[in-house]
């Protein structure tokens, strides 16, 4: 691990290679059905870290960085969701732990709701938190003549994100993506701005994000194939201040519990930590 690496206690840190790259994750927790946070844009597992001990009292809590972000390897310039995705479900199998409570947000969600489609017997029940789905609607948030986020584009434009981010990371974290989207004050400490611009200032840090991004813009047709079985395990839809997840997760399982937190913004997991814990551990207790 980073020396320089941001922790918190009752995790360790951990480095595997596989499908031709290295992740680092942070795992918590002794005894209870197995977790996998995965975190989006511009994310990194540090997202998780006042929910990780409020889950990992009564579960195996697992939170990585995808490829791409925080201390994982750097992606490269053809990265796509289902790089990522394959990246997941390799290291679900390798935790050994079994099927997993897999919770995946904002970008995050095309790369988990592959695994939870084409690896259902790695997936005890599947959560999207503030997320939608290429094919489903997440198209039209790149779309800035109706409301979309301009760094949708600039990150899928190949060579942008190098031009106009790097160099700039603290300014377009701390004066426009938390500010922009997030609807609690003080749910991000100065530390904790620190921590995601070192991850970001890194060579080649935006990548992952990129690739992400170009996917959602394409990879539309893809998943609605994906889809056309819908996912039956017990799924999750969590919204902040977005009803998108729960529109998206219904069109794509047949076992659909939604959960609305009011009063934040996009950033649940920061915003409020106490009811996401609440909603995912009452959630979790009702699966054998």
């Known amino acids: 691990m980073n020396r320089l690496a941001a922790t ?4 360790d840190h951990h480095r595997v290679r596989l499908n031709g790259t290295e992740l680092h994750y942070v795992a918590a ?3 209870g059905s197995p977790v996998l946070l995965v975190h989006g844009f511009p994310e ?3 997202v998780f870290h006042k929910l990780i001990p409020l889950l990992s009292e009564h579960h195996r809590v697992f939170a990585v960085d995808l490829r791409g972000f925080g201390d994982s390897a750097t992606a490269g310039p053809d990265h796509d969701s289902a790089t990522s995705a394959k990246d997941l479900s390799d290291l679900i199998a390798f935790l050994d732990v079994g099927p997993v ?10 790369t988990t ?8 017997e790695l997936v005890r029940s599947y959560t999207g938190i503030e997320t939608a789905l290429p094919g ?5 948030l790149a779309d800035v003549t109706h409301g979309g986020a301009w760094h949708i584009g600039v990150l899928a434009a190949p060579g942008i994100p190098e031009m106009l981010l790097a160099g700039r990371e603290r300014a377009f974290l701390a004066d426009y993506a938390i500010p922009s989207l997030t609807a609690s004050p003080g749910a991000f400490a100065e530390d904790d701005v620190d921590e995601l611009v070192r991850s970001y200032a890194r060579p080649g840090a935006f990548a992952g994000a990129a690739g992400l991004y170009r996917s959602l813009l394409s990879e539309g047709d893809e998943l609605r194939k994906l889809a056309a079985r819908k996912l039956d395990m017990p799924v999750l839809a969590v919204a902040g201040f977005s009803d998108r997840t729960p529109t998206t997760l219904r069109q794509v399982a047949t076992n659909v519990t939604t959960v609305g937190i009011e009063g934040i913004g996009h950033y649940v997991a920061m915003e409020a930590p106490d009811r996401l814990a609440a909603a995912l551990r009452s959630f979790y207790a009702g699966i054998s």
């Open 136 to 140: 489903f609607g997440a198209e039209t």
């Open 29 to 31: 927790g002794t005894a």
């Open 113 to 120: 709701f592959r695994v939870a489609a084409s690896h259902p």
């Open 8 to 11: 918190i206690p009752g995790v």
């Open 101 to 110: 409570h897999l919770t995946g947000q904002d970008i995050a969600g095309p």
């Open 44 to 46: 990194t597992w540090w």
